[in-house]
């Protein structure tokens, strides 16, 4: 069964940056999309962003487009989320997850991390 770890979360003030990880085990990482969803307290979760299984494709909402980049490491089974420009609104329980079909729709992704929490002050 495919095993999801998060990392890298923290507070940030306001414009700062943060790098998540999120480790995947066992291989073949490449079986997998990856994505990147969050869920801020009262609010449903939301998917972010995916990647295809070699990085080539990718999808971001609207919300993080341009602020957001996800990529990943097929070498080390590692998916990156690289977060600029970090807002107040962007406060919320990160989660990793994986599909096995598609990287861009988010009902397609069954396999997730245990979440890490970003806080962003003003």
């Known amino acids: 069964q495919l095993q999801l770890v998060e990392s890298g979360g923290g507070l940030v003030q306001a414009g700062g940056s943060l790098r998540l990880s999120c480790a995947a085990s066992?291989?073949?990482?490449?079986?997998?999309?990856m994505g990147w969803f969050r869920q801020a307290p009262g609010k449903e979760r939301e998917f972010m962003t995916g990647?295809?299984?070699?990085?080539?494709?990718?999808y971001y909402v609207d919300s993080v487009k341009g602020r957001f980049t996800i990529s990943r490491d097929n070498a080390k089974n590692t998916v990156y989320l690289q977060m600029n420009a970090l807002k107040t609104e962007d406060t919320a329980v990160y989660y990793c997850?994986?599909?096995?079909?598609?990287?861009?729709?988010?009902?397609?992704?069954?396999?997730w991390g245990q979440g890490t929490q970003v806080t962003v002050s003003s």
């Open positions: 066992p291989p073949p990482f490449t079986n997998y999309y």
């Open positions: 990647i295809s299984k070699f990085g080539s494709n990718t």
């Open positions: 997850a994986a599909s096995t079909t598609s990287y861009s729709r988010s009902g397609n992704y069954d396999s």
